[in-house]
């Protein structure tokens, strides 16, 4: 016997029609579930007959917790081993429950086919608030169905999503679905696959909604990408109060990012970073945003890789400012010192209700051994100070010029001067120039090390530099990610969403399109002079390069050049005129023209201040030359004739 359909099973109501079925009619007094034709069910039947004649149906055992609670308001089924057919029964008898506002199905393994009875239910259910389906093996394949259940659902506030292994593109489901949904109060989308475009989806969701409270994205793999372009949503969001991001990766360069959020986020209350590969630094970063942020009350910075100078950075931070709300602070896993414990007691006179828990008092601040002196340097830096050389100190001792002299007259020398060497040094510098241990130093030694101990120098000058060079632009690159991000998912009338991808419309706003920032990390990382970035209403706007302020220069790409530069070749029949033109050095209409330019024109020449400026100089000096050498060549052709008259 075959399975029965979902629709042939669904209960229909006379009063109250269902989407499922919209074929009743007005004279029906019972509304039949017929598997054979032969069997009805009856809207007169409790829900617990429903779910047994349905778990009959579809061949599944019933689930005796269902039956004996089925009036209650929340309903626990996890571990039950529902299935997909198992969660189908559930459905049907559900339909036109009234009862039951939580539905946790945690770990029933009902996969894609289970989620999709579930939406069905959804349509026709308008009393379930709060949804559990944690761990059941959804996947890629169940993530369209739970977008439907998303934007279909009038009734759903909360939906636990949790270890069902979605994947990045799976995030632009939810994104879409959720981003129009202020119904949606708690989303828990925890121990998933998103890494960094999924981190970009979900960025463009904090942006857009303005009704989640609550979400959980904690053991996910967003790394630094990631959190980047997920800090830029929370930068304009409004609504979201409790946010978990533990176990994803951020670094210091998420850290960074999330700062600058926390500059400009307001509605913030609860944060959670812990095991995120967070140093002092990252926390440093993060303490730049503390600093402005005034809503903040629980940060936890749990089991990260913070010592005491972390843990002074954020007591300082609540101590130095008066208006901020942090009230506890978890770095458990941190012992601090005593100088710490002084800078909390100091602060708390000022914030009673400021809690930090840390894990004891025993810490301390890790500090660099001094440098140990090289005694060959030391000697070399005293002759240099009196200017002498070797042979003018030692030419007492080495009577034949050799540069050779015994252990015992070189130490005694070395010690009745005045050079600054401990015992220790000089025994060292003996042990240097006597490797063979024949009783004599060869001094010679010292003035072939002084060359090699200057460049020795030098280049250690320019590893520092080197690398503080490269943190400081990796921290620019950073921030102007991040700014671009924030650019593009800021929400503004002319940005909409499609499920089916963004179309064009002529009477309405301009599309957006879902996945921008996938390619900005790695823009704003090249060795490119300028690029441009498509902003919500349609105009272009140029951002500088990084590291300096090198001229603009065009690209031998027709493509790239038509992108970057729209409002200059409209028309394809003059575009190639204008072009040789200005190769020449002479003005072009769309520059004389000036006023007439569009906005978004306008917008492109004020981004380009070096073109408008160096163009006309350059061009008025060819044009002056041209002249001067056409006024010589006239004064000589007008005086050749004279000559022969």
Same mark, same amino acid.
């Given at each position: 016997?075959?399975?029965?359909?979902?629709?042939?099973?669904?209960?229909?109501?006379?009063?109250?029609?269902?989407?499922?079925?919209?074929?009743?009619?007005?004279? #029906?007094?019972?509304?039949?579930?017929?598997?054979?034709?032969?069997?009805?069910?009856?809207?007169?039947?409790?829900?617990?007959?429903?779910?047994?004649?349905?778990?009959?149906?579809?061949?599944?055992?019933?689930?005796?917790?269902?039956?004996?609670? %089925?009036?209650?308001?929340?309903?626990? /089924?996890?571990?039950? +081993?529902?299935?997909?057919?198992?969660?189908?029964?559930?459905?049907?008898?559900?339909?036109?429950?009234?009862?039951?506002?939580?539905?946790?199905?945690?770990?029933?393994?009902?996969?894609? #086919?289970?989620?999709?009875?579930?939406?069905?239910?959804?349509?026709?259910?308008?009393?379930?608030?709060?949804?559990?389906?944690?761990?059941?093996?959804?996947?890629?394949?169940?993530?369209?169905?739970?977008?439907?259940?998303?934007?279909?659902?009038?009734?759903?506030?909360? @939906?636990?999503?949790?270890?069902?292994?979605?994947?990045?593109?799976?995030?632009?489901?939810?994104?879409?679905?959720?981003?129009?949904?202020?119904?949606?109060?708690?989303?828990? /989308?925890?121990?998933?696959?998103?890494? +960094?475009?999924? !981190?970009?989806?979900?960025? &463009? $969701?904090?942006?857009?909604?303005?009704?989640?409270?609550?979400?959980?994205?904690?053991?996910?793999?967003?790394?630094?990408?990631?959190?980047?372009?997920?800090?830029? !949503?929370?930068?304009?969001?409004?609504?979201?109060?409790?946010?978990?991001?533990?176990?994803? +990766?951020?670094?210091?360069?998420?850290?960074?990012?999330?700062?600058?959020?926390?500059?400009?986020?307001?509605?913030?209350?609860?944060?959670?970073?812990? =095991?995120?590969? @967070?140093? *002092?630094?990252?926390?440093?970063?993060?303490?730049?945003?503390?600093?402005?942020?005034?809503?903040?009350?629980?940060?936890? /910075?749990?089991?990260?890789?913070?010592?005491?100078?972390?843990?002074?950075?954020?007591?300082?931070?609540?101590? =130095?400012?008066?208006?901020?709300?942090?009230? &506890?602070?978890?770095?458990?896993?941190?012992?601090?010192?005593?100088?710490?414990?002084?800078?909390?007691?100091?602060?708390?006179?000022?914030?009673?209700?400021?809690?930090?828990?840390?894990?004891?008092?025993?810490?301390?601040?890790?500090?660099?051994?001094?440098?140990?002196?090289?005694?060959?340097?030391?000697?070399?830096?005293?002759?240099?100070?009196?200017?002498?050389?070797?042979?003018?100190?030692?030419?007492?001792?080495?009577?034949?010029?050799?540069?050779?002299?015994?252990?015992?007259?070189?130490?005694?020398?070395?010690?009745?001067?005045?050079?600054?060497?401990?015992?220790?040094?000089?025994?060292?510098?003996?042990?240097?120039?006597?490797?063979?241990?024949?009783?004599?130093?060869?001094?010679?030694?010292?003035?072939?090390?002084?060359?090699?101990?200057?460049?020795? %120098?030098?280049?250690? /000058?320019?590893?520092?530099?080197?690398?503080?060079?490269?943190?400081? &632009?990796?921290?620019?690159? @950073?921030?102007?990610?991040?700014?671009?991000?924030?650019?593009?998912?800021?929400?503004?009338?002319?940005?909409?969403?499609?499920?089916?991808?963004?179309?064009?419309?002529?009477?309405?706003?301009?599309?957006?399109?879902?996945?921008?920032?996938?390619?900005?990390?790695?823009?704003?990382?090249?060795?490119?002079?300028?690029?441009?970035?498509?902003?919500?209403?349609?105009?272009?706007?140029? $951002?500088?390069?990084?590291?300096?302020?090198?001229?603009?220069?065009?690209?031998?790409?027709?493509?790239?050049?038509?992108?970057? &530069?729209?409002? $200059?070749?409209?028309?394809?029949?003059?575009?190639?005129?204008?072009?040789?033109?200005?190769?020449?050095?002479?003005?072009?209409?769309?520059?004389?023209?000036?006023?007439?330019?569009?906005?978004?024109?306008?917008?492109?020449?004020?981004?380009?201040?070096?073109? *408008?400026?160096?163009?006309?100089?350059?061009?008025?000096?060819?044009?002056?030359?041209?002249?001067?050498?056409?006024?010589?060549? +006239?004064?000589?052709?007008?005086?050749?004739?004279?000559?022969?008259?």
């Amino acid at each position: 016997m075959s399975i029965p359909s979902f629709e042939e099973l669904s209960l229909k109501d006379e009063d109250c029609l269902s989407p499922i079925e919209s074929q009743s009619t007005d004279t #029906e007094s019972d509304q039949e579930l017929e598997s054979d034709g032969k069997k009805k069910f009856s809207k007169h039947m409790s829900v617990a007959e429903v779910y047994m004649e349905a778990c009959k149906r579809v061949g599944v055992v019933p689930v005796s917790y269902f039956i004996r609670n %089925h009036s209650s308001p929340t309903m626990t /089924l996890t571990y039950h +081993g529902l299935g997909p057919l198992g969660c189908k029964a559930l459905a049907i008898a559900l339909v036109s429950d009234v009862h039951i506002r939580t539905l946790e199905l945690a770990d029933n393994h009902i996969q894609a #086919e289970g989620v999709k009875y579930l939406a069905e239910l959804l349509r026709a259910n308008f009393t379930i608030q709060h949804l559990d389906l944690s761990n059941n093996h959804v996947k890629s394949e169940g993530a369209e169905h739970i977008a439907k259940m998303l934007m279909d659902s009038i009734s759903l506030k909360s @939906i636990k999503l949790s270890g069902n292994g979605f994947a990045d593109d799976d995030a632009k489901h939810f994104t879409e679905a959720l981003s129009n949904n202020s119904r949606i109060k708690d989303l828990d /989308l925890s121990h998933n696959k998103f890494c +960094g475009k999924g !981190g970009e989806y979900l960025g &463009q $969701l904090l942006a857009n909604n303005e009704g989640m409270e609550v979400l959980d994205l904690s053991w996910n793999h967003l790394r630094m990408k990631g959190a980047v372009a997920f800090s830029a !949503g929370l930068k304009v969001n409004m609504m979201l109060k409790h946010l978990d991001l533990s176990w994803n +990766g951020f670094g210091n360069e998420g850290a960074l990012a999330m700062g600058e959020a926390l500059k400009f986020n307001n509605t913030l209350v609860h944060l959670n970073l812990s =095991n995120n590969c @967070i140093t *002092n630094e990252g926390v440093s970063m993060l303490c730049r945003g503390l600093d402005y942020n005034e809503t903040l009350r629980v940060l936890l /910075l749990a089991y990260n890789a913070v010592t005491v100078e972390g843990a002074l950075a954020l007591v300082n931070v609540v101590k =130095n400012s008066p208006k901020s709300a942090l009230e &506890q602070i978890n770095i458990c896993n941190v012992l601090v010192n005593e100088n710490f414990v002084n800078l909390l007691e100091l602060t708390c006179q000022e914030h009673p209700g400021l809690d930090v828990q840390y894990e004891g008092v025993g810490g301390f601040i890790a500090q660099k051994p001094p440098k140990r002196i090289d005694p060959m340097k030391v000697i070399q830096d005293y002759l240099d100070k009196r200017k002498l050389r070797l042979w003018d100190f030692f030419r007492n001792i080495d009577k034949d010029g050799t540069m050779r002299v015994p252990v015992t007259d070189f130490r005694k020398a070395i010690q009745q001067s005045s050079i600054p060497l401990s015992r220790f040094q000089i025994e060292e510098l003996i042990h240097r120039l006597d490797r063979g241990r024949t009783g004599m130093v060869d001094y010679r030694g010292l003035a072939d090390t002084r060359k090699q101990m200057v460049r020795d %120098h030098r280049r250690q /000058l320019k590893k520092v530099e080197s690398r503080q060079k490269k943190e400081k &632009q990796k921290s620019d690159r @950073i921030l102007k990610t991040f700014q671009t991000a924030v650019e593009a998912v800021t929400p503004r009338s002319s940005m909409i969403f499609s499920p089916g991808g963004a179309k064009e419309d002529s009477g309405g706003p301009q599309p957006f399109s879902a996945t921008p920032l996938s390619s900005w990390h790695h823009i704003v990382m090249s060795n490119s002079s300028r690029y441009s970035v498509t902003n919500m209403s349609g105009d272009h706007v140029h $951002l500088p390069m990084l590291g300096g302020t090198s001229p603009y220069r065009p690209t031998s790409s027709p493509a790239m050049r038509s992108y970057s &530069q729209p409002n $200059l070749l409209v028309d394809s029949s003059t575009s190639p005129t204008s072009k040789s033109i200005s190769a020449q050095g002479i003005r072009s209409d769309l520059e004389t023209d000036y006023s007439k330019l569009s906005p978004s024109g306008n917008s492109l020449t004020r981004s380009r201040p070096a073109l *408008n400026i160096q163009q006309p100089e350059n061009k008025v000096k060819t044009k002056k030359l041209k002249k001067r050498k056409v006024k010589k060549y +006239g004064v000589k052709d007008s005086q050749n004739p004279t000559k022969i008259k």
